[in-house]
């Protein structure tokens, strides 16, 4: 009787170890999605600065190519205007036609003045986009490593997982029904997952408080499985620690 509560104890310690391990690969796993797509994300980043930056440089590009016509048209306007100036016959005419010819040119150097702050923008944008290209050029590698790496620990923690699974399965088969219902239901109500915990000196290590004497005593016996009467949790004297004391 001894020996086979002895043995129980011993799997279900084995079991709750294995189970342990399973939750810390399942968390592990879990965080592989998120800490991949964070990366997907910074790689999209750095790759769409430099498009944006690119596009950027194609529509100012294109606006100064529509204001360089808008000029050559004005300046047509303006040497038919100078046309018309040399054959007007009154003052009134002349001062008109010289109206005109101002008011084209201001027009003009407007226009002047807008195609050379979009010169300067595309400045400005083609250096932004030769510093989004070098930083792209430098990190996408090390991006796309990284995500290589860990999706290669994802896939061992799966493996590990599958091994660990199986493990835990095969200990559960050598543990009586009535112990195992015990320890799942104990589990069932523990955050940390821990279910079954050693007590020395009189204390249970699953939550530090003195057992009473008497139990103490009886735990020593091994002849049943016990629960601490603070935590609920299936106890055992741990032998070694015990004599140690
Ligand atoms: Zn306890």
């Known amino acids: 009787m001894r020996n086979e509560i002895r043995q129980q104890i011993s799997m279900l310690v084995k079991l709750q170890d294995v189970e342990l391990k399973i939750h810390r690969t399942q968390l592990d796993l879990s965080q592989v999605e998120g ?45 038919k205007s100078q046309e018309k100036l040399r054959s007007v016959k009154t003052n009134k005419e002349y001062q008109s036609g010289l109206k005109e010819i101002d008011d084209l040119g201001a027009i003009g150097s407007k226009i002047e003045d807008e195609i050379l702050a979009g010169m300067e923008q595309v400045e400005a944008a083609n250096a932004r986009v030769s510093e989004h290209q070098h930083r792209l050029n430098t990190q996408a590698g090390l991006i796309r490593t990284e995500k290589e790496s860990v999706l290669q620990d994802a896939e061992q923690a799966r493996q590990r997982l599958e091994g660990l699974t199986a493990e835990a399965a095969a200990l559960a088969d050598r543990i009586s029904a009535e112990a195992l219902a015990l320890y799942r239901r104990v589990k069932s109500k523990k955050a940390n997952g821990v279910a079954i915990c050693s007590v020395s000196a009189s204390v249970c290590l699953g939550c530090h408080v003195n057992i009473p004497p008497q139990m103490y005593n009886e735990l020593q016996r091994v002849d049943r499985l016990k629960n601490c009467p603070n935590c609920e949790r299936i106890i055992y004297w741990d032998e070694e620690q015990g004599r140690s004391e």
């Open 35 to 79: 800490r991949t797509a964070e990366l997907d994300a910074q790689l999209n980043e750095f790759i769409s600065a430099v498009e944006s930056g690119k596009a950027d440089i194609q529509e100012i590009t294109k606006r100064i190519r529509t204001l360089e016509s808008d000029l050559q048209m004005n300046q047509g306007r303006i040497a």
